[in-house]
């Protein structure tokens, strides 16, 4: 490998931690090495890399001597443990956990949306959350040309953002509902949210539910899609409202938007301000048919936005339909971004 960065992925057996591992073999940043960290009984398998085969390693505060930059996704409590130890050591982490997102010492960041959060950071940056993450990419160039007011957001997310056992419980529950099975005989034991007092099947069902219920009987996932928005637009006065429903798709999440703007955009100036937009495909010809799908966002990195037209009542309001991998620049390709980012604005020590 080049001489460049020693670079640590945390959770490397995971969804995300996988993703990760496929985008840093991608990735224009400079590497030097790569240490892969996952939990002890997980230590010893190995993964191919740029030809290389690497052995993870037993996660343990000291796995982070002599690392550059640390990429986490193995869950909030690893990273409250772990992220703090591997700054002390030197190195600057990019979580992928909900953890540390709300904490005003630690920049949120999109990367085509506010890169200049970064200058602020601490050792920590934060991922916000997928379905976030495409809803900001879709209206940042919006909101720098018309202001924005209001954002009404309803999310159709896939099971892979449940994890690895949330899409073999749909796989399961499909293969027994099509085999005659009836739905009092499934076992779910996932969704909606694990740590819940009931489980619902996601096989031909969708469940308007992601994580528990929290405040004003708004669910966690809900409220991150609003305090996040707030914390990475700068600006607590737009009023944004989230509905986020788990739908039987493995992979790409997508959403129904509506937004109000201070100035009056026509759908077209929308469309060619989208089509100019860093990390956005625009899918929008409805006489063709074509709009963005899920399934063709499957192991791709741009957010896609399409069936963009005007509201009939509101002269300021907008519509729009927009889908992303939730694993790729939901997770992983953003956190690899950020990174690439960090690298760009000269944020990252480089060993000599």
Not at 96 to 109: E, G, K, Y
Not at 123 to 138: D, F, H, K, Y
Not at 208 to 222: G, N, R
Not at 290 to 301: G, M, T, W
């Amino acid at each position: 490998m080049e001489k460049g960065y020693r670079i640590a992925v945390v959770g490397a057996t995971g969804a995300v931690g996988t993703k990760m591992i496929e985008m840093l073999e991608d990735t224009t940043l400079p590497i030097a090495s790569v240490k892969l960290l996952a939990s002890k009984r997980s230590a010893g398998k190995t993964r191919e890399f740029k030809g290389q085969t690497l052995t993870i390693e037993e996660l343990v505060p000291d796995s982070f001597n002599e690392v550059d930059l640390a990429l986490f996704s193995a869950g909030g409590g690893i990273s409250k443990i772990f992220a703090p130890e591997a700054v002390k050591r030197g190195a600057v982490v990019v979580d992928n956990t909900s953890h540390f997102r709300m904490d005003p010492d630690v920049p949120l960041v999109v990367p085509e949306v506010n890169p200049e959060a970064l200058k602020q950071h601490k050792g920590i940056i934060a991922n916000p959350n997928c379905s976030t993450i495409q809803m900001m990419v879709a209206l940042e160039p919006i909101r720098q040309k018309a202001g924005l007011k209001r954002i009404i957001v309803s999310t159709y997310q896939a099971v892979s953002g449940a994890g690895a056992k949330a899409i073999e419980e749909l796989k399961q529950e499909a293969t027994d509902l099509l085999a005659g099975k009836t739905k009092e005989e499934l076992n779910p034991q996932i969704l909606p949210a694990g740590s819940d007092k009931k489980h619902y099947p996601i096989a031909f069902n969708a469940l308007p539910q992601i994580d528990v219920f929290a405040e004003d009987d708004y669910t966690y996932e809900e409220w991150k899609m609003i305090n996040e928005t707030h914390k990475i637009m700068a600006d607590n006065a737009i009023q944004v409202a989230a509905t986020c429903v788990r739908i039987p798709v493995v992979s790409g999440h997508s959403e129904s938007i509506y937004l109000e703007t201070e100035k009056q955009l026509t759908p077209q100036a929308v469309k060619d301000l989208l089509a100019q937009a860093p990390g956005v495909t625009l899918q929008d010809d409805p006489s063709q048919q074509i709009y963005p799908q899920a399934l063709n966002s499957v192991d791709q990195k741009a957010t896609f936005v399409g069936r963009i037209r005007r509201d009939l009542d509101v002269e300021t309001g907008l519509h729009m339909w927009v889908v992303s991998d939730n694993l790729l620049k939901g997770a992983a390709w953003n956190s690899v971004q950020i990174a690439e980012t960090l690298h760009e604005m000269n944020l990252v020590r480089v060993p000599k």
